[in-house]
């Protein structure tokens, strides 16, 4: 397991100014109590050597926590808050000095609310668009370490590109990333911008042609649902899913899903472990080295079948 090595010896500078999304926000010194109310915020502060006080809870996780963030909390465990709708008197308890929302849903008014109670910085992109290298540059930013946030970005996508060299059958392949919610006669299909695209565009694979065709008329959407019974239209090299335990059973019941080309190929891989979700999901600078390279050979071999 790779770790992205912590960039030393660059001094911080302080006030920092971040421009983002809601508005331009002034960091008076090195902030001392973080907390993040983005997925996976917290990522990019615990590469930079900073354990926030506060994080959004990691769903799929008995603890709450992401086994690659647990390793840098160590015993020093954070508070966990619900994503879904901030509790502002939570965050005020912590007394932070810096609250991240980057890969959130934050608006003008819970921007307002949370700036009352320190200085907050949003996403530069849209609510729930950031990739993992706007969360790394704007928590840099933050910290007054821009430098060193860069240098962890290019050794991050260093780390793709040599997952593209180690597994090269990947490489210009086409794929269709989607997911299965039961009760539904369709599948999600996720489009380019997202973050479960993009991490495999990065790598050197291919959105087929029907996701290319619906991104194109669906400007600003990163994801579509497409009915099972137009399934043949996102046909790909590789299906890519990820699915809850109780979604594949009820997704491989359906006679249109086992008549699809890629699943009757085998070319279907299949994320249904919380780590391997949660990192092909939200891919950060701490998901990609301690999880990718354990899935990238088998979905290399669902290619060979």
Not at 52 to 71: D, H, K, N, Y
Not at 121 to 134: D, F, N, T
């Amino acid at each position: 397991m790779l770790v992205p090595q912590r960039v030393s010896g660059a001094t911080a500078t302080f006030p920092a100014t971040v421009e983002h999304a809601l508005g331009r926000t002034v960091i008076a010194s090195p902030p001392k109590r973080v907390v993040t109310v983005g997925y996976g915020d917290e990522c990019a502060l615990l590469a930079l050597g900073v354990k926030p006080l506060g994080i959004v809870r990691s769903g799929m996780f008995e603890s709450g926590i992401t086994p690659w963030c647990a390793q840098r909390f160590g015993a020093d465990i954070p508070l966990l808050l619900e994503g879904g709708m901030t509790d502002y008197e939570m965050v005020a308890d912590l007394a932070p000095d810096l609250v991240l929302g980057v890969f959130s849903g934050l608006d003008s008014v819970s921007y307002g609310r949370l700036s009352r109670i320190a200085p907050t910085v949003a996403y530069r992109s849209g609510p729930w668009q950031a990739s993992w290298h706007e969360q790394t540059r704007i928590a840099g930013a933050a910290l007054g370490r821009a430098e060193e946030a860069e240098q962890l970005v290019v050794q991050t996508e260093g780390l793709l590109k040599g997952y593209g060299d180690r597994w090269p059958a990947l490489r210009g392949r086409s794929f269709t990333f989607a997911t299965f919610f039961p009760g539904r006669g369709d599948i999600v299909v996720y489009l380019p911008g997202e973050t479960r695209v993009d991490w495999l565009i990065q790598l050197g694979m291919v959105p087929s042609e029907g996701v290319r065709q619906l991104a194109s008329r669906n400007p600003g959407r990163v994801s579509v649902d497409v009915s099972l019974e137009v399934i043949d239209s996102v046909g790909a090299d590789l299906l890519v899913m990820w699915l809850e335990k109780s979604a594949r059973a009820a997704l491989e019941a359906q006679s249109l899903f086992r008549l699809f080309e890629p699943v009757r190929r085998g070319r279907c891989f299949t994320f249904d472990d919380p780590a391997s979700i949660w990192a092909a999901s939200w891919p950060n600078v701490l998901s990609i080295p301690y999880a990718f390279s354990a899935f990238l050979p088998r979905m290399e071999a669902a290619l060979k079948t």
